[in-house]
Each structure stands twice: as C-alpha cells, then as structure tokens.
C-alpha cells in the first residue's frame, strides 16, 4: 500500500483535469513570484490548464470555492506538492456510494470519505473535469471600460484572465496599459488582491457596447 502511495504522489495531472487544495495551500500569481494564502478551511477546486515543471497553472473550476469577481479564467500557479488526495471516479459498491471530485483521508493503509473506505484503485490526485457554462456578461459600468471577453495580463506582461463583465478604469495620458485591483475571494478565508491589466488599445466607451 505504501508503494501505492508513492506512485499516486509522482503521478501528475492531465491538463483537461481538476485537482483540490485546501484553502491554505500556496497559489502565485507569477510562477517564480511570491506566495499567497488564502486560508480558510474549504478545499478548493482547480481546473488544470497546463504543468509547468513542479508547478501546475491552474483556473478556478466549475463550483469552486474560489470566487474571482469580474474575472474569468484566472490563470494561477500551485505546487504538485499541495494538491489533495481525491476520489477519481464514482465508487458505488459495499455500501459505499461516492462521486469523484470529494477529498480523501490517508488513514494508515486506508482511504476514507466521510468514514467510509474507499478503494485504492479510486484514489489520486486529479479527477475528470465536469463541464461547465461559460460566458460573459454586460452591467452597468459607464465611461470608458476593458470591454466584457478582452484578455487580460498580470503587471509584468503574463496572461492572467479574461474580463467577465465590463470594468469601468481611468486612463492616465500617455499610459500605454491600465491595470485594476481585484480580488481573489473564498468564504472562511481572507480576500487576496490582485491586479488585471489591458492595453490601452482595447478600451471601449461602454456606450458604444450596449
């Protein structure tokens, strides 16, 4: 069973996959950048965009805990190391009815969910991404906006998200980029600020949107 374990630990993810990490796990917003915690005790659930060596880049998936208003498709980065153990596919045997996507505790040479034992054989660290709606949406913002769709970077340059509504900025003359704070938000834990940036070039009056 240990040797089982050391195997689930080395197998990485398909991008396509979502994994789960606790609300305390370590997530960057540049890959070799600092670190922030969002805390709380929720897991989070994160859709695999690609692998990056030790790292995966990563998105909030579908019904994650993780809420990033005005923002879709926030590209982060997490550590192989802080993902959970999770319930790969749907186990409903011996009195045992579970679904993929739930956390699993090591306990000794067992998996449990709930209490209740959960066969190796359904056990990892990703499990089949469900699918989900997408879209973006139109409000109230006035002036000039990053127009709802246009893809946004991170200050130094990195494609960081997509803008889910239009996000009404002030353009500093001459400015060749604008940037605007967001947040990064779960329940139980504390909202961590982020900054989204769109060519200037890209900015619409929202009147001319509607």
Sequence with gaps: MRAWLLLLAMTAPASADDVL???DASLRVEADGPAVHLGGTSYIALHVVATRGKQLEVEPACASALRTPGLAHVHLFVAKD??????TKPVH????????????????????????????????KSYPSPSC????????????VIPA???LTTPAGRPFAVAAAPIAVTVVPGAKKVCVAR?????????????????????R?????K
């Design 21 to 23: 990490v606790r609300g």
């Design 82 to 87: 802080d993902l959970a153990y999770v319930v």
């Design 93 to 124: 045997a011996h009195g045992v009815n579970v679904v993929a996507g739930l956390p699993v505790v090591a306990s000794g040479d067992k998996y449990l969910v709930d209490g209740k034992d959960v066969p190796a054989s359904a056990v990892g």
């Design 133 to 144: 709606p997408d879209g973006v949406a139109n409000d109230d913002a006035t002036g000039t």
């Design 149 to 151: 769709g246009t893809d």
């Design 183 to 203: 947040e990064l938000i779960v329940d139980d834990g504390a909202p961590i600020t982020v900054h989204a940036c769109a060519p200037v070039r890209a900015l």
């Design 205 to 209: 009056e929202a009147s001319h949107l």
